[in-house]
């Protein structure tokens, strides 16, 4: 081997760093003060002194605030145990649940009203356009195969007494004002539900069960992101109360909402 090619080359180094600079980490600084300007009052450490730096009775500081969002934030990305996280940062796993409980709970109180809620005008015809593009005009959205999400989810508490977003469009040249979601065959036959044909035989038919099928996968395709971005969801329940189990979840949506908003301008270039 050359000697020549173990060199270190300076030259790349600094174009490199330079590219690293220039869109990596001005991208970061942009939107933490996007953020810090949007949301000046919401702070982790105001809505729970948890997250302070606290001492105990000899003056000797405790865990850092730093500490312990790193540690929640080990444990939701990448679906680490309290013990892993313990050989890491020197925090306790009891200690490490601890931290996992209040930074759910802190992400709920703040962000739950903004990054947690129903679309607003503008977000509904955003959805309603891309579904037209589709072949879909007036669906917005579609479910997941399991029936229990009429049971626990908010959204069908509002299908099921009517209250869906009204809107206007022509299918057939027949007109419609009731937005619509698409379904699998176990779910009620509900108006607002548009189901596939099941054993399509002609060639219609064929078509729209293939296009519908393929529009519903859209949820799936969304749940598995979330999997992905958030390993704790995948893995084994790091807690044993429903309650926890609950707003490990919410939690996690409210964070994937805010990348979803934060990274949204930036998808179509990829």
């Avoid at 926890?244 to 908003?261: K, P, T």
Wanted: glycine share 4%; aromatic share 10%.
């Amino acid at each position: 081997m050359d000697p020549s090619e173990l060199l270190f080359d300076i030259e790349a180094y600094k174009r490199q760093s330079e590219i690293e600079e220039k869109y990596i980490l001005n991208q970061f600084r942009e939107r933490r003060k996007k953020i810090e300007e949007d949301y000046p009052s919401r702070d982790l450490s105001r809505s729970d002194d948890y997250f302070t730096q606290r001492y105990d009775i000899a003056n000797k500081e405790g865990i850092s605030p730093l500490a312990k969002c790193t540690t929640t934030m080990r444990m939701l990305a990448y679906g680490m145990t309290a013990d892993a996280v313990d050989e890491y940062i020197k925090i306790g796993g009891t200690t490490a649940l601890e931290c996992l409980r209040r930074f759910c709970k802190g992400i709920i109180q703040m962000y739950e009203k903004v990054y947690l809620r129903a679309p607003t005008e503008d977000e509904l015809q955003r959805i309603l356009h891309a579904s037209e593009m589709r072949g879909f005009p007036g669906m917005i959205g579609s479910t997941l195969n399991d029936i229990n999400v009429l049971d626990r989810s908010q959204v069908f508490n509002a299908v099921e007494q009517g209250n869906t977003p009204k809107v206007n469009f022509f299918v057939n040249q027949r007109p419609y004002n009731m937005a619509y979601y698409l379904a699998d065959g176990i779910y009620p036959s509900y108006p607002t539900f548009v189901k596939s044909i099941r054993l399509p035989q002609s060639e219609p038919d064929k078509l729209f069960a293939q296009v519908h099928e393929g529009c519903r996968k859209d949820i799936e395709c969304a749940f598995e992101v979330l999997q992905t971005r958030f390993k704790i969801i995948r893995e084994p329940a790091r807690l044993w109360k429903i309650y926890d189990l609950a707003i490990i979840m919410r939690s996690s949506i409210i964070l994937h909402n805010m990348i979803v908003e934060d990274e949204r301008d930036t998808y179509a270039q990829h």
